[in-house]
């Protein structure tokens, strides 16, 4: 199952390229199909070797605060962290048996990180642009209910979308047609080329990483990864949901490529991987929201979740 999985991921993910160069030449992807020369970063290559600011870089961007003010907080010692594991649990349950819906938590996740974003943004939407990095899963899902959000306060949003629309979760296609339906997902957003993207990145005042959460299985490849290596040359400032795109929720494991994010914003429950210490530099600044789960959900599982929320639902925690 597992091999047969990877197999077909790596062939969705890069029919351009043999299946054994695919890891090393992820950026090549987007490039290869405008034609342009090769763009190739070696793992452990360091991104300052990149240019800086090139001609199309905005010089009047705000200053975005990784750490925004006016949340509750919390120490990070006196909240229970799960694994990727017993957060599937919680997911199940509540959606079995206490009859939630997908739609329903990854429609909270978005509107939980448009308002974390649009405080990094010093609550303020007009002038701001927001790019939105999606993936196929729950996680590509919530950041395209985010661009809604942020899009009705006023920022100007530019979703990236990584996947085949016809192989995304049913949760991040309806939200797409959402989008599309709202005009705020045009066709070209479909079919990003990498200059586009690089263009877009080096404009942005923050960049949402909404590619892979605790699905990730292995280093991210393909599109994935090739959105996530030009994410990291822009030096653009990332909120990343749940944990960034290529750390692993639940060791704290650090890929190549990986988004170092200067702000994490958990959902439902702190990943244990983002508190341990060699995902550190991955996650900045940590945020954790309630997506409306029911507290009996975590109780009936045996996670002690306590007074975690009860001075608002989006929290600040503390190491
Ligand atoms: N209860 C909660 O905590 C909620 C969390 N939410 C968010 O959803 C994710 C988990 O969602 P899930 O759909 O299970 O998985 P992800 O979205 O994280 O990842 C799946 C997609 O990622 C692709 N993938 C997986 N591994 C790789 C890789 N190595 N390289 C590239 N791409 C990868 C995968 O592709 P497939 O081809 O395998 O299908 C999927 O497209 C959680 O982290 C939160 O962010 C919900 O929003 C609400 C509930
Ligand atoms: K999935």
């Known amino acids: ?22 890891a090393s030449a992820p950026v090549s992807l987007l490039r290869t ?18 240019p800086r600011s090139p001609w199309w870089a905005r010089e009047d961007r705000m200053p975005v605060k990784p750490d925004p003010p006016g ?12 694994t990727a594991a017993q957060m599937r649990d919680v ?24 308002l974390l974003a649009f405080a990094m943004l010093g609550g303020r939407g007009r002038g701001q642009r927001v790019v939105v990095l999606a993936g196929g899963g729950n996680k590509g899902a919530a950041g395209l209910a985010a661009i809604r959000h942020l899009a009705n306060w006023g920022c100007r949003v530019e979703p990236v979308i990584s996947g085949v629309e016809e192989e995304v979760s049913f949760t991040a296609r309806r939200q797409m047609h959402i989008l599309r339906q709202s005009g ?22 923050l960049v949402i990483d909404a590619l892979v959460g605790y699905g990730l299985e292995g280093p991210p490849v393909g599109v994935a990864a090739a959105v996530t290596r030009l994410a990291i040359e822009s030096r653009r400032p990332i909120l990343a949901l749940d944990v960034p795109t290529g750390v692993n929720a639940t060791t704290g494991e650090v890929s190549t490529p990986a988004i170092r994010a200067v702000t994490t914003l958990m959902l439902d429950l702190p990943k244990r991987g983002c508190l341990e210490s060699q995902a550190r530099g991955m996650v900045g600044e940590l945020y954790l929201a309630d ?20 001075e608002g639902p989006i929290v600040r925690l503390r190491r």
């Open 291 to 310: 997506i409306g789960i029911p507290l009996s959900v975590h109780q009936r599982l045996g996670i002690p979740v306590g007074q975690l929320y009860a």
């Open 33 to 50: 199909r405008l034609g342009l020369p090769g763009h190739d970063v070696a793992p452990g290559d360091s991104v300052d070797s990149r």
């Open 71 to 82: 949340f509750p907080q919390r120490r990070c010692a006196d909240v229970c962290s799960v």
């Open 91 to 114: 997911q199940r349950l509540a959606q079995e048996e206490f009859g939630l819906d997908i739609l329903q938590l990854t429609e909270n996740a978005g509107r939980s990180a448009a």
């Open 1 to 22: 199952m597992t091999s047969s999985r990877r197999c077909s991921r790596a062939r969705r993910r890069s029919p351009e390229s043999s299946t054994h160069a695919e």
């Open 184 to 205: 705020l997902l045009q066709p070209a957003d479909l079919d990003a080329s990498e200059v586009t993207l690089e263009e877009q990145l080096a404009n942005a005042d």
